[in-house]
């Protein structure tokens, strides 16, 4: 059993940062490829990013890539999401996820363990 609080939401202007954090409870955290979703008012949550359960593997939304990096300190049972350049689209709650596979982890049905979703507002 895992369980996920995010933090680090907030208000932001366009072109500014946020670093999001994920707090994961258990001492199998690190046994989980974890990742991190968004959903943005009327729309259908979507992949952002995920990571293995090592740090060693990354992926990334191309509407993300070379924007926000995913990392994770396992000693802290903690992952992050450093999100730069941000803009109006990026505007959503975002939500990390715990996963016990290490493949297909663009897909939101391999994920076992959710969080409860953080608020991050970016104004143009």
């Known amino acids: 059993q895992v369980s996920l609080v995010e933090s680090g939401g907030g208000l932001v202007q366009a072109g500014g940062s946020l670093r999001l954090s994920c707090a994961g409870s258990?001492?199998?955290?690190?046994?989980?490829?974890m990742g991190w979703f968004r959903q943005a008012p009327g729309k259908e949550r979507e992949f952002v990013a995920a990571i293995s359960w090592s740090g060693g593997d990354t992926d990334y939304a191309d509407s993300v890539k070379g924007r926000f990096t995913i990392s994770r300190d396992n000693s802290k049972n903690t992952m992050f999401l450093q999100m730069n350049s941000l803009k109006s689209a990026d505007t959503a709650v975002y939500y990390c996820?715990?996963?016990?596979?290490?493949?297909?982890?663009?897909?939101?049905?391999?994920?076992?363990?959710w969080g409860q979703g953080t608020q991050v507002t970016v104004s143009s």
């Open positions: 258990g001492r199998s955290f690190r046994n989980y490829a």
């Open positions: 996820a715990a996963s016990g596979s290490s493949s297909r982890l663009l897909d939101q049905q391999v994920y076992d363990y």
